[in-house]
Nanobody, 126 residues
Framework: QLNLVESGGGAVHTGGALRLSCAASGRAFDTYAFAWFRRTPGNEREFVAA????????HYAEFVEGRFTISRDNAKNMVILHMNNLKPEDTAIYYCAASNPPGDYYWLDAPDYDYWGQGTQVTVSS
């Protein structure tokens, strides 16, 4: 079982940056893959970024490639999403998710993740 708590959301202008954190409590943090998803009103959650158990494998949605970076600190039970050069279309609620795959990889689809945080709002104004 994992409990996930996101923080770090806020309001910035176009081109600004934010650092989202996902603090996990529970056992065996380093056996979980983590991902960030986001949702805008009326839309499904969409994949943003993921990292494998070890952190050696990461994957990004095309629309954030080169602007966002996902990382994890297994010693601190923390997953971070650095977001740079933010755009108004990045405005959404961002969710941290965790899953326990049988290997050092990650999933790209929301239904494959078992644990979710409550979300943190990111607002980017032009």
């Amino acid at each position: 079982q994992l409990n996930l708590v996101e923080s770090g959301g806020g309001a910035v202008h176009t081109g600004g940056a934010l650092r989202l954190s996902c603090a996990a409590s529970g056992r065996a943090f380093d056996t979980y893959a983590f991902a960030w998803f986001r949702r805008t009103p009326g839309n499904e959650r969409e994949f943003v970024a993921a990292t494998s158990w070890s952190g050696s494998k990461t994957h990004y949605a095309e629309f954030v490639e080169g602007r966002f970076t996902i990382s994890r600190d297994n010693a601190k039970n923390m997953v971070i999403l650095h977001m740079n050069n933010l755009k108004p279309e990045d405005t959404a609620i961002y969710y941290c998710a965790a899953s326990n795959p049988p290997g050092d990889y990650y999933w790209l689809d929301a239904p494959d993740y078992d644990y979710w945080g409550q979300g943190t709002q990111v607002t980017v104004s032009s």
